[in-house]
């Protein structure tokens, strides 16, 4: 990324070669574990998205804003797929500028879908490299993972360029499987911690057995590469007692890759089929068929290709927003929007590393937020311990819990109040200000425990697990328990919660108040990030869910 951003500035003055690079910012180094085995194959096929330039993102942003904020007379009164369409679909101009340049290179092998503003298209490798200057296809590996990505940053033609947001499956990589143990870091006493198992949960949340679902059409869903039915009916035979739960998948969509069910995914699906008990459960799994795909953009297209969606999508998956363009994560925001005015709720991890630290030279840093956690259109969760870890007590902050301010996106109106609050009453004890930008959106919105889950991995129970990958399908499966008794009273489902959760003020919510996340190990920083605090805090939002309280609050119309 340095090293584009050295060439590129005196490119600012000269438009027309600027205006080439859609991602300009968008960080190109392939790090971490992966390795290059070498240039692809000119004939080497790949399959590329290119995102077109929607209409009307102004009114889908503020018809979002009217369908979600309860005081509004259009409050619950969601669009269909086909409305969306309507709304965002490209012009003419732009869906025959980019078709007629992708023609040109003799690309027809292309899908679109119900938008009309993303296009999938298979091509060589050389034909790829034609088309956008500048790329450079490599293979890279990590342990049994192989991917194509490109080495260089991408341009386009400039008669193209005002018509797309963006490419996929150029850059963007997997998460890393992340270590979700951190066991040895907080002293493993087998045998004497409690561990949280679903009754530990129902029991803190105040879920009853009659707590489950019951609505005919009422699903949730998480996306992961790939998930152990075995392991999930094992779970629920373990751990299964006391609820009526099922301990099927209802459906799989994508192909689940090959291999072994990672943690994660045991964790996700056995966590939100607990909360979310009796609840038909989807998984979208690896959708991305190709070597060149981004799983994560992969979904995010099938969204805007499905009419029939469950109503509460759990994700796990984040990256720091200073490695990714601006320009991708405008976009995907939008496709968040599509996804909230549709009736469907998104919930994020706030990830795993508090405010996180970015290295900015020598002896500067500043923390480093993570998006989609970041995004104003999703509602994010972050992580909590209980405060005695053999009882179940009420809850502190988990020190990994993500959260902070955005640099990228301005603070929401919806939030304002509560994040002004915030910063004026704990004003002494914030973090240098130099580490954060109080006009971005903050942090998370809410909560759960995090903290030494039970999971089933591989047919045996395995303790210790931790992260806000628990905490999320955790609420998640609240959240659809709550619509789906919503949906037997005939009201809309909950949607893009947040204007409705700010204005509850803490209202049904455990409020925490005790503990301070991971931040920079540095001087001034001293470790140290935010702190929960009264009320709303960047460490944990809100508070965690009470759940026959938060169920009363969010029924009424
Ligand atoms: C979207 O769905 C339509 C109709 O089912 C299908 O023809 C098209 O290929 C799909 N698009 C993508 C990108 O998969
Ligand atoms: C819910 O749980 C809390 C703490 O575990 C408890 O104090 C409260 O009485 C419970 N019931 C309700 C309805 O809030
Ligand atoms: C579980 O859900 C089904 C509908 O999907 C419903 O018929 C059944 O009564 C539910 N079980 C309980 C215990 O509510
Ligand atoms: C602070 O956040 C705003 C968006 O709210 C952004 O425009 C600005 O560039 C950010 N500042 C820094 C130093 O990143
Ligand atoms: C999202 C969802 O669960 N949709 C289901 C609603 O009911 C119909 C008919 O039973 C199913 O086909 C859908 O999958």
New binding site residues.
Partial sequence: MNTLLTFSIPLLFSSLVWSGYLEYDQDVLISGDWTTVGRVDPGQELALTFALKQQNVDLLEETLRLVSDPDSPQYGKHLTLEEVASLVRPSELTQKTVNHWLQCHGITNCLTVSTQDFLQCTMTAEVAETLLPGSKFHRYKRGGQSLVRSSAPYSVHDDVHPHLDFVGGLHRLPPEEQDLSKASSKGKRAGFHLGVTPAVLRARYNLTAADVGRAQNNSQAFLEQYYSPADLAEFMSIYGRGFQHLSQVDRVVGTQGGGKAGIEASLDIEYIMSTGANISTWVFTNPGRHESQEPFLQWMVLLSNMTDLPWVHTISYGDDEDSLSAAYMMRINTEFMKAGVRGISMLFASGDSGAGCRQLGKEQNSFRPSFPASSPYVTTVGGTSFKNPFKVTYEVTDYISGGGF??????PDYQVSAVDAYLKTVKAALPPQSYF?T??RAYPDMAALSDNYWVVMNRVPIPWVSGTSASTPVVGGMLSLINDQRLLKGLPTLGFLNPRLYKLKGQALFDVTEGCHLGCVDEQAQGKGFCAAQSWDPVTGWGTPNYPELLAVLLAE
């Fill in positions: 955005s640099n990228v996106f301005k603070m930008n006009s971005g």
